[in-house]
């Protein structure tokens, strides 16, 4: 050994030191009582620690982690000889229990005398004492190293997936997917919040706020998104937590807000009875009862056995159908061919809408609509004709369609479908061969009338020739207001004339105050919804005035003032009689024009159009 050394091990054996002591002064942080360069009272134990290795020791350098742990490294008199020792405490002096035993740890090489000079944390954490040992009794470079495991145990966040992608959701519906956090590290993951950055439409479910994971262990956080809106929704699923190299952890969330169709098939007829090999029409209309655009879709029609679509049904045929907007419909009339080598039996056609899956719809589960069809023998054939009892009609005049069903094989019985184009007016049943529907709503103009019998188990399906059915508008009813019964409520009501009314004669409420009126009593000879008009002279003196009938306001108030005189006609718009008889036809002064000298109003005629 070396004379130095051999004097450094004689000076701790001469001194017979005990206690390896340890005083550091801390960057202040004074309170009222202390003063710089006064010992720490926080630090240790009045600002001192100490470490007892059992035997005489000494510190030599020291040095401080990154997570402020310090190490002191000197030598402990042990067994006769000096070994390497080594103390780590915690910042607040304390000796760290996670470290060799209860904070300490001492090395021999090899039985001889150890002493180090200096100690070094690694990037990895692992600490290293470097000094000289005593070898076969020779001084020989020493170096130690010690698994800083205190300095390596560190959390670690991971979320899985790295982002969450919600795709299209339904406006006014909701989504929910999860993220799932773990600890990759090696101490505990203190989660200190979760958060959501961005569109309030995102929320959190399930599994947030603030958490604790133990190395290896996981939480599943879930994540909704309800639009409330439609485009694009973007927004970060942030957790704040104390891994140093990863705070926050930011979890991207996007989505998009989408109107959903919902489409259903509304409407399926077709023949009741049918044979193999047999070809059919089937008339089928297909409607968008959601919010949201359908794109191109096909409805497409399966012969079952029941009223579902499953494994072993008959694909008959389809038909594609263009965009539908919310609330609208597409009708096609389609001819399928049942499959030759059916069995005779009891089937149903189902038709279902988008049964390709082509639209994002908010309900899958109404798409289907099914029509039962008799497969059998061949039947008698039948013919169907049809007539009118008033072709062409008027408007609101009630009109009786006959079909009448014949065949060969005896008199047909069953149910008649009676058709306007494509929509269904009702139905009839046979009696003697004959059915019958009366209708007073068809609207004025052309319309293409059908009959079609739909057949039974004994008389095959028939459908009519399209009769033309020609609906004339109605005639106006006009009453003079001259004419009429007519009561004042006290200013004087008289006639008058006007070269611009058509028959020169009018009538005049010389009104001189809001308040006053005068009722008409109108006969209306036929219930019904009509569309009233009433022709009058303005003028200079005329007022403001309501019409009511029967107490109940209709329209708006009229103002009959012009600068000039001149003749005119308002429309009212549309008005119910429930029934037939007379009604009170009542104009009540409401005001006047601010240039009006008077509060008069006029009247000429009252045309009623039934509607």
């Not at 529907?437 to 059908?450: D, K, Y």
């Amino acid at each position: 050994m070396n004379q130095k050394m051999a004097s450094y091990f004689g000076l701790l054996t001469k001194y017979n030191v005990a206690l390896l002591a340890l005083t550091l002064l801390l960057t202040p942080k004074f309170s009222s009582a202390q003063t710089s360069g006064t010992l720490d009272a926080s630090f240790g134990t009045s600002g001192k620690a100490t470490a007892d290795f059992g035997g005489p020791s000494a510190a030599r350098t020291l040095a401080v982690q990154a997570d402020g742990k310090i190490l002191a490294a000197g030598v402990a008199v042990l067994n006769g000889g000096t070994d390497f020792a080594l103390a780590r405490y915690n910042s607040n002096g304390t000796l760290d229990t996670s470290f060799g035993t209860s904070g300490k740890v001492t090395t021999d090489f090899a039985g001889a005398n150890d002493v180090p000079f200096s100690v070094a944390v690694q990037p990895d954490g692992n600490i290293v004492l470097a000094g000289g040992a005593t070898i076969n009794g020779r001084a020989a470079f020493a170096l130690a190293r010690y698994v800083g495991r205190a300095v390596l145990s560190t959390p670690d966040i991971d979320t899985a997936p790295a982002s969450l992608a919600f795709g299209n959701v339904t406006q006014g519906s909701f989504k929910d997917l999860a993220v799932t956090v773990r600890n990759t590290g090696t101490a505990t993951l203190n989660v200190t919040s979760t958060t959501l950055l961005g569109t309030a439409e995102y929320s959190i479910v399930a599994g947030g706020g603030a958490f604790s994971l133990a190395p290896a262990a996981t939480r599943q956080v879930t994540v909704r998104l309800t639009p409330t809106s439609l485009g694009s929704k973007v927004a970060t699923l942030s957790f704040a937590s104390n891994d140093t190299d990863e705070n926050p952890r930011n979890v991207p969330l996007s989505g998009t807000g989408v109107a959903s169709s919902d489409l259903v098939v509304s409407a399926l007829t077709g023949p009741a009875t049918a044979g193999a090999g047999f070809a059919i029409t089937l008339n089928e209309t297909t409607g968008n009862i959601g919010v949201g655009l359908a794109g191109g879709t096909s409805t497409r029609y399966y012969l079952s056995s029941d009223t579902l679509i499953g494994a072993g049904d008959v694909l008959l045929g389809g038909r594609s159908l263009a965009g539908l907007a919310p609330g609208g419909s597409s009708a096609g009339a389609t001819n399928v061919t049942i499959p030759p080598g059916t069995a005779n039996g009891s089937y149903f056609i189902v038709a279902r809408a988008d049964d390709l899956n082509q639209a994002f719809e908010s309900n899958e589960g109404n798409n289907t609509r099914a029509l039962a069809i008799r497969i059998g023998p061949d039947l008698p054939a039948s013919s169907t004709s049809l007539t009118s009892s008033l072709n062409p009609s008027t408007f609101g005049v009630a009109v009786t369609f006959t079909a009448t069903v014949n065949s060969t094989g005896g008199t047909p019985t069953g149910t008649v479908t009676f058709k306007d184009g494509v929509n269904t007016l009702g139905t009839g049943t046979l009696s003697s061969g004959k059915a019958i529907f009366h209708t007073s709503t068809l609207a004025a103009g052309a319309h293409s009338i059908t009959a079609a019998y739909g057949g039974t188990t004994s008389f095959a399906s028939s459908t009519s020739a399209v009769l033309t059915q020609t609906v004339n508008q109605p005639t106006p009813i006009v009453y003079r207001s001259a004419t009429l019964p007519a009561v004042s409520s006290g200013p004087t009501f008289r006639t008058f004339t006007f070269s611009g009314f058509p028959d020169t004669t009018g009538t005049i409420l010389d009104a001189t105050a809001v308040g006053n009126s005068v009722t008409f009593t109108v006969n209306v000879a036929k219930a019904g919804t009509y569309d009233i008009k009433l022709s009058y002279k303005r003028y200079t003196t005329r007022g403001i005035s309501q019409f009511s009938i029967n107490s109940t306001n209709v329209g708006a108030p009229l103002d009959q003032y012009l600068p000039t005189e001149g003749y005119a006609i308002v429309d009212y718009g549309k008005f119910t009689f429930p029934t037939a008889g007379n009604y009170s036809f009542k104009f009540t002064i409401v005001g006047k024009n601010a240039n009006s000298t008077s509060f008069g109003v006029s009247f000429d005629d009252f045309t009623l159009t039934p509607q």
